[in-house]
């Protein structure tokens, strides 16, 4: 008898993450995706997904991702938060995201490790990694962190960081508030380092990147900026053809002549989309962090002082943003959401396109970027339409 095979799904357009096909379909087995073909190929034997007008593609990645929801990972460091804030961002077209604690006690940065940790062995595919932003800045580029969170990173903590052996960590710092051998020591851990809320010098980052600095965290925000004789973190990030940078193209945090000059500086596959997300997304429009109310304001989000504490979008709309507001190619901004994140989590092996052999990781979105359907290893999911955030 024949095989039976276990699916196949058409769209008007397939991204593949490189090139849009028209007229072509994927063929899945199991997690994995077992093939892209002319429609007219495909079999016939076999459940069919047809998604119509919409465009297919790889599923979006976002690095980091501080709650979803209705809940902050800080405030609720568990299992049940990583897998609600997961649920929330996928209805987004998120199918992998690394949850991210921001600074706090040693006891929160621990349990929220145990709880990523705990998720992904408990089959939540979608959890590639976790992000932890601090606590060891620089007081003065700390932004929304809380003042007596921060400290310099000390013994205790690098034994702690470098025992997470099995669980794939990003981890955001000042490179200048580190010893000597510090960030070596971490990086030949598996830490994935990035430079973030950090005042260093131009060639502070150069002595860094040396060492094993990975990337930079949100570009241009709570960094040393680019100046002609001192070309701070900020030029440091632009010039690194090594490294990469998340960006937050939410209409708020950059603007989008900053975000048109850092494509053009930066090497190619180098610049990410990242969200930066909080807990409003899919969740109410206000939330607490550090005893603080944070409330969305005209698609932002202001904390009591008026300042940007996060932002109100999902990875979807930094894609649209991208490409209405920023105006670059739909297939760099979806590159930006999905290959490049998953080239930086060294997984682009298994993520960010649409091949033979990659898991089945997929997103359906219209015209609108309203996004209808998803695939995390290849397990479907029907979403109700959703409307952007901003």
Same mark, same amino acid.
């Given at each position: ?113 145990? +709880?990523?940790? =705990?998720?992904?062995?408990? *089959? /939540? $595919? ?7 932003? @601090?606590?060891?800045? &620089? ?87 680019? +100046?002609?004789? =001192?070309?701070?973190?900020? *030029? /440091? $990030? ?7 940078? @998340?960006?937050?193209? &939410? ?90 994140? =998953? ?48």
């Amino acid at each position: 008898m024949p095989s039976v095979n276990p699916g196949t799904v058409t769209a008007r357009r397939i991204f593949d993450g490189e090139q849009f096909l028209e007229g072509h379909g994927l063929i899945l087995n199991g997690e994995v995706i077992e093939a892209i073909v002319p429609a007219g190929q495909l079999p016939s034997d076999t459940a069919h997904c047809d998604l119509g007008d919409a465009t297919l593609a790889p599923g979006l990645i976002d690095i980091q991702v501080n709650g979803g929801g209705g809940v902050m990972l800080n405030n609720a460091p568990c299992v049940e938060s990583v897998i609600r804030m997961a649920s929330a961002h996928r209805r987004f077209g998120t199918t992998g995201l690394a949850p991210t604690i921001i600074s706090d006690t040693p006891e929160v940065l621990k349990a929220a490790a145990e +709880a990523v940790s =705990a998720a992904r062995d408990g *089959g /939540a $595919a979608e959890v590639l990694a976790l992000h932890i932003e @601090g606590p060891h800045f &620089d007081m003065a580029r700390r932004g929304t962190h809380k003042a007596d969170m921060i400290r310099p990173l000390n013994s205790a903590d690098m034994a702690w960081l470098c025992s997470l052996q099995s669980l794939p960590v990003i981890l955001t710092l000042a490179p200048e508030h580190t010893q000597p051998g510090q960030l070596r020591a971490l990086a030949e851990a598996g830490l994935l380092l990035c430079a973030g809320h950090t005042d260093a010098s131009y060639e502070r980052i150069q002595e860094a990147l040396a060492e094993g600095l990975r990337g930079f965290t949100h570009l241009f925000n709570a960094m040393s900026p680019l +100046a002609s004789r =001192a070309p701070g973190t900020v *030029g /440091a $990030a632009l010039d690194a053809d090594n490294a990469w940078a @998340g960006i937050i193209a &939410d209409g708020h945090h950059v603007h989008p002549a900053a975000i048109r000059a850092a494509h053009r500086a930066k090497a190619a596959g180098k610049l990410l989309l990242v969200s930066d997300a909080m807990a409003t997304v899919d969740g109410p429009d206000s939330f607490e962090i550090y005893g603080e109310t944070i409330t969305v304001r005209n698609g932002a989000l202001i904390n009591a002082e008026g300042s940007l504490a996060g932002s109100a979008i999902a990875l979807i709309d930094a894609v649209r943003i991208s490409h209405h507001q920023v105006g670059l190619e739909l297939s760099e901004c979806l590159r930006m959401a999905s290959l490049y994140p =998953a080239t930086f989590l060294k997984l682009d092996d298994q993520l960010g396109r649409l091949r033979p052999g990659y898991r089945a990781d997929l997103v359906a979105f219209n015209e609108d970027f309203n996004v209808s359907d998803t695939w995390v290893a290849g397990q479907h999911q029907h979403h109700a339409t959703t409307e952007p955030r901003t």
